[in-house]
Every structure is written in C-alpha cells, then in structure tokens.
C-alpha cells in the first residue's frame, strides 16, 4: 500500500521554463510534507517543506503547493537550471495524534527524475 | 554549523557477518531515524530515535537493530548479513520527531556479498 505516489518517473524540462513535479498521498494523518532532491549515492538534500495549515510555501525559486481536499501537492521551479537535474522526492509525516507508529517516520514516493536541458 | 554524519561512507561485507554504522546528527538535534534505500523498494524506514529511547520501528527483521547514545550519536546494527540487505543506509536528524524539517547524511553504501 503506498501512501505516498509521484505518478510521473521523469519530467524533461528546457533550461529557464517552469518544471512541475506532482504528488499524491493517501493517507489523511498527513500532516507535513517535505521535498527532497537527490543525486545517486547520496544522502537526500532537502529543499523546502510545508504544513498542513498552509497551501503554498514559497522558498526562492521554489514553490510547495498543497490542496488537501484532493491529496495533491506539487513543487515548482522557476525558473529551471541545469544544476536542478536530479531525483526528486516528495515525503509525509504524520502528526503526534497519529501516534506512536509516526514519530520521525517519513513516508517517501518513488522519485521522480528531473532533467534540465540547457 | 555541521551537518549530519555518517561513516563510513562505503561497507563490503559477506554473507553471515555483522556490521555497525555510524550517524552523527546536527548539533542540537535530538532525533535520529534510520532507512533503507534500495532500487526495488525506494527509501524505506527502519527506525526513530529520541533522547536514547527508540520509539517507532520499521517493517523490518529483528536482524536491523539500532542505539543512540547520550550525545544524539546514533548507530545500526545489521546482524547476519544477507545479499538483500545490500542498499544505502540513510540517517536523518531532526530537532523534533514530527513537524520539522529532516535532515540526511550522506549515507553508507553497504555491500553484501
């Protein structure tokens, strides 16, 4: 059962336009959701993250957008660089009420694979 | 301000053995938690710990153990060691265990062959 889904493995995007990069999660004891970028054998790099109470975040050229009512958030990144290549991931936690099964638990999607072309 | 530490970076082992990994998290963090990351499964998690005690666990096998000490520093333990358990093994430190941003090493690769 996977609470937590990017649907898209890639997203190929030219150099200077927007790049948007969705994720859904199943699971309404979300409460947080983080952003991560990754490149192979490295650690995670985190990016920019967002509560529940809000509905946007904005962090530079990021931007975290969350509709609770349809599960959905999206990251966005305007504008897009060649160095913005990378694996990214979207991951959730769940908040104390969800109980002792959270604590510092984050549930990951699968990636998705960004390239910026120049 | 340093950032989360973990050694060593890259692990052979063989079937049957044991290994200990290492993770120092960012000064003043208190929790630590552990995960997996394979190609098939994706980032996985193990374990959570705070002030010492571990307070959620994985679906993991009782194979995967961990400990964190009084400094926050925090190790695995993986006893007899199967070809599956190779993977990268990830350490994220955080100031509180929901609602804060996490913070990952650089992971140790561990190979098991």
């Known amino acids: 059962d996977q609470q937590v889904k990017q649907n898209s493995p890639s997203l190929s995007v030219q150099e200077g336009r927007i790049s948007i990069l969705n994720c859904d999660y199943t699971?309404?004891?979300?409460?947080?959701f983080l952003w991560y970028k990754k490149y192979p054998a490295e650690g995670p790099t985190f990016l920019i993250s967002?509560?529940?109470?809000?509905d946007k975040n904005e962090d530079g050229r990021f931007t975290v957008f969350l509709n609770k009512s349809a599960k959905h958030l999206s990251l966005h990144i305007v504008p897009s660089q060649p160095g913005d290549s990378a694996v990214y991931f979207c991951?959730?936690?769940?908040?104390?009420?969800?109980?002792?099964?959270?604590?510092?638990?984050?549930?990951f999607g699968q990636g998705t694979i960004l390239t910026v072309h120049p | 301000k340093a950032g989360v530490t973990q050694t060593p970076r890259y692990l052979i082992k063989t079937r049957g053995q044991q290994v200990t990994l290492s993770c120092s998290p960012i000064s003043g963090h208190r929790s630590v938690s552990w995960y997996q990351q394979t190609p098939g499964q994706g980032l996985q998690f193990l374990f959570e710990?705070?002030?010492?005690?571990?307070?959620n666990k994985g679906n993991f096998p009782g194979r995967f153990s961990g400990r964190q000490f009084s400094n926050s520093r925090s190790e695995m333990n993986v006893s007899t060691l199967e070809l599956g358990d190779s993977a990268l093994y990830l350490c994220?430190?955080?100031?509180?265990?929901?609602?804060?941003?996490?913070?990952f090493g650089q992971g140790t690769r561990l190979t098991v062959v």
């Open positions: 994220a430190s955080s100031l509180a265990a929901q609602g804060t941003e996490a913070f």
């Open positions: 699971n309404s004891m979300f409460d947080y």
């Open positions: 710990y705070f002030s010492e005690t571990q307070r």
């Open positions: 967002i509560s529940s109470i809000k």
């Open positions: 991951a959730a936690s769940a908040g104390a009420n969800a109980g002792g099964t959270s604590y510092g638990k984050l549930t």
